[in-house]
């Protein structure tokens, strides 16, 4: 058995929110997988589409801090980890990045999605903005955990893939892969004018 977590802040609308749900609805529909859906807060946006997975609300959070006063909450996913046991952890966005930056993974193998490019990942010289530091702080504990779990990363356009080879180490160059955003056709096809008609559509993100 093949078993699976993927892990995002929460539910709330967007495209990375709607995706994870596809992703798991179609795994749980595989013989020999069980995926489990992780968020940090019950905010959820597609009650309609989330029955029929295995949801998980567990509260966590990590803030780093310059100064060392850091607050940090894993206690409670970290102990699921090691009772689910999942041979894979799929994060979806950064402050899911940061939390899974400090479990402990268990041997399971590790999968990070650009749904977008992380600006805090961006190469920084000399940070001259606050930010800008507080953000090359948080890119080395990054940096630090995936040279810890041998991460993976799934990007979802060309643009994505070239970010990501580009403010990746280069020892992750063959670990960074394409992967388009799947549609799931079903959900268009119009059962009047049949599958063999012509679909139109027009997309709009933010």
Same mark, same amino acid.
């Given at each position: 058995?093949?078993? %699976?977590?993927?892990?995002?802040?929460?539910?709330?609308? *967007?495209? /990375?929110?709607?995706?994870?749900?596809?992703?798991?609805?179609? !795994? =749980? @529909?595989?013989?020999?997988?069980? %995926?489990? !859906?992780?968020?940090?807060?019950?905010?959820?946006?597609? @009650?309609?589409?989330?029955?029929?997975?295995?949801?998980? %609300?567990?509260?966590?959070?990590?803030?780093?801090?310059?100064? *060392?006063?850091?607050?940090?909450?894993?206690?409670?996913?970290? @102990? #699921?980890?090691?009772?689910?046991?999942?041979?894979?952890?799929?994060?979806?966005?950064?402050?899911?990045?940061?939390?899974?930056?400090? !479990?402990? #993974?268990?041997? /399971? @193998?590790?999968?990070?999605?650009?749904?977008?490019?992380?600006?805090?990942?961006?190469?920084?010289?000399?940070?001259?903005? &606050?930010?800008?530091?507080?953000? !090359?702080?948080?890119?080395?504990?990054?940096? *630090?955990?995936?040279?810890? &779990?041998?991460?993976?990363?799934?990007?979802?356009?060309?643009?994505?893939?070239? #970010? /990501?080879?580009?403010?990746?180490?280069? &020892?992750? =160059?063959?670990?960074?892969?394409?992967?388009?955003? /799947?549609?799931?056709?079903?959900?268009?096809?119009?059962? &009047?004018? *049949?599958?063999?008609?012509?679909?139109?559509?027009?997309?709009?993100?933010?």
């Amino acid at each position: 058995m093949l078993k %699976v977590i993927h892990i995002i802040p929460n539910l709330k609308k *967007g495209g /990375a929110e709607r995706l994870v749900i596809n992703i798991c609805k179609n !795994l =749980k @529909k595989r013989p020999n997988i069980s %995926v489990s !859906l992780v968020t940090f807060s019950d905010d959820n946006d597609y @009650k309609d589409l989330t029955d029929e997975i295995n949801w998980e %609300v567990i509260p966590s959070h990590f803030i780093p801090s310059i100064s *060392g006063k850091y607050s940090k909450n894993i206690k409670k996913l970290q @102990k #699921y980890i090691f009772e689910f046991k999942p041979n894979i952890i799929h994060s979806h966005l950064w402050e899911s990045e940061m939390v899974c930056s400090q !479990l402990d #993974y268990n041997g /399971a @193998k590790s999968f990070t999605h650009f749904h977008d490019n992380f600006l805090q990942l961006k190469k920084r010289i000399f940070p001259l903005q &606050k930010k800008e530091l507080v953000n !090359l702080y948080e890119r080395n504990i990054i940096i *630090g955990s995936y040279s810890r &779990k041998n991460s993976n990363f799934i990007c979802i356009s060309a643009n994505n893939f070239s #970010y /990501a080879n580009n403010v990746l180490p280069k &020892k992750f =160059k063959n670990s960074i892969k394409l992967l388009h955003n /799947a549609i799931n056709l079903e959900e268009f096809i119009n059962t &009047k004018r *049949g599958v063999s008609s012509k679909i139109k559509l027009i997309n709009i993100g933010s």
